[in-house]
C-alpha cells in the first residue's frame, strides 16, 4: 500500500508541476515506477504525423531497463532488435549480455494503421534499473506521410518544456515494490 501511494503522490505531483508532457506527443501511462521492479510501459499514442495516419511504432530499449518484451497488437506485426546490452544484468543466477534493444511494430495492411484523429497504446514489459533515476524511452512514430522522432532528450534534468520532441519519461524511484518482481 504504501509502494502505491508513493506512487500515485509522484504522479500527482508531476501532472500538477506541468512535467508531463502534452497530449501531442508520445507518452507513458504510468511516468513512475520503482527500482528494481518489473514494469508495465504503455506507450499513449495521441495523433498520426501532420494529419497522417500512424503506420509503425519503433521504441529504442533505455540501458538498464532489462528483459523487454513487447505485447502482440491484433492488425500489426511486432519484432524485436536483439543485440549486445550497454549493462549486463543477472536474473535468477543467469547473467545476461544480450538482450531486447528496440521493438517494432508494424500495422499489417493500410486498414490497419492509426487515424490521425484516433487514440491508441502500444504495450511492453521489463524491468525497471535498481539505480533510481530517469528513463527515456525514444520513440519513432512512421505514418503514411512522414515522421515523428520522439527522440529529444533534455542535457540536464527531466523537464521537457520547450522541447518539440521529447522522448517518453519514465522516473524510476528508490522504492519497494509490493509484493517483489512480477515474471
Known amino acids: 500500500m504504501k509502494y502505491q501511494f508513493a506512487i500515485h503522490l509522484v504522479a500527482a505531483y508531476l501532472a500538477s508541476s506541468g512535467a508531463s508532457s502534452a497530449f501531442s506527443h508520445i507518452v507513458l501511462q504510468?511516468?513512475?515506477?520503482?527500482?528494481?521492479?518489473?514494469?508495465?510501459?504503455?506507450?499513449?499514442?495521441?495523433?498520426?504525423?501532420?494529419?497522417?495516419?500512424?503506420?509503425?511504432?519503433?521504441?529504442?530499449?533505455?540501458?538498464?531497463?532489462?528483459g523487454a518484451q513487447p505485447m502482440p497488437k491484433p492488425g500489426w506485426t511486432v519484432r524485436t532488435v536483439t543485440g549486445k546490452l550497454a549493462q549486463p544484468y543477472t536474473s535468477h543466477g543467469k547473467t545476461f549480455t544480450e538482450g531486447v534493444l528496440e521493438i517494432h511494430w508494424t500495422a499489417g495492411t493500410p486498414?490497419?494503421?492509426?487515424?490521425?484523429d484516433f487514440y491508441d497504446e502500444f504495450v511492453l514489459r521489463g524491468t525497471t534499473p535498481t539505480k533510481p533515476g530517469p528513463l527515456w524511452f525514444k520513440v519513432v512514430q512512421t505514418c503514411t506521410k512522414g515522421v515523428n522522432a520522439w527522440v529529444d532528450v533534455p542535457a540536464t534534468g527531466t523537464s521537457t518544456k520547450g522541447m518539440k520532441s521529447p522522448a517518453a519519461l519514465l522516473e524510476v524511484l528508490d522504492i519497494q515494490a509490493?509484493?517483489?518482481?512480477?515474471?
Open 30 to 66: 504510468d511516468g513512475v515506477a520503482a527500482a528494481g521492479a518489473s514494469y508495465r510501459a504503455t506507450l499513449r499514442v495521441g495523433h498520426g504525423c501532420d494529419g497522417a495516419a500512424t503506420t509503425g511504432i519503433t521504441v529504442t530499449i533505455p540501458a538498464g531497463f532489462n
Open 111 to 116: 486498414d490497419n494503421a492509426l487515424p490521425n
Open 178 to 183: 509490493a509484493g517483489g518482481h512480477n515474471h
